[in-house]
Structure formats: structure tokens, C-alpha cells
């Protein structure tokens, strides 16, 4: 399985989470975001070596 698609299915699960009642919200959402800029560091690096 690629990064990538660990990611995703880490922030699947966070979004999960997210949608329920969570004491939790603002690391949740902190990891969320934090998922997101590697996912785009990621797409970004993808398209510098095409």
C-alpha cells in the first residue's frame, strides 16, 4: 500500500470521527489537516517528476 493511499484511508477514518459527537475535535481536526498538506506535498512532488 502507498503513502498515499494510507493516508486516505487515515483520513477516512478521521472523517468518520468527525461526523460523531468527540470530545477530541480540534486534534482530530488538526490531524486532518495535517493528512491533507502530505497529500499535497505528495501530488505536488508527483507532478515535478512527470
Keep these: 500500500m502507498s ?9 477516512e477514518k478521521l472523517m ?3 461526523s460523531g459527537p468527540n470530545e477530541n ?3 482530530l481536526l488538526t490531524a486532518l489537516i495535517d ?3 502530505e497529500m499535497e506535498e505528495i501530488r505536488r512532488n ?3 517528476n512527470d
Excluded at 503513502?3 to 483520513?11: D, K, N
Design 3 to 11: 503513502r498515499s493511499e494510507v493516508l486516505r484511508v487515515g483520513r
Design 35 to 37: 493528512i491533507d498538506d
Design 25 to 27: 475535535r480540534a486534534k
Design 46 to 48: 508527483e507532478k515535478r
Design 16 to 18: 468518520k470521527q468527525l
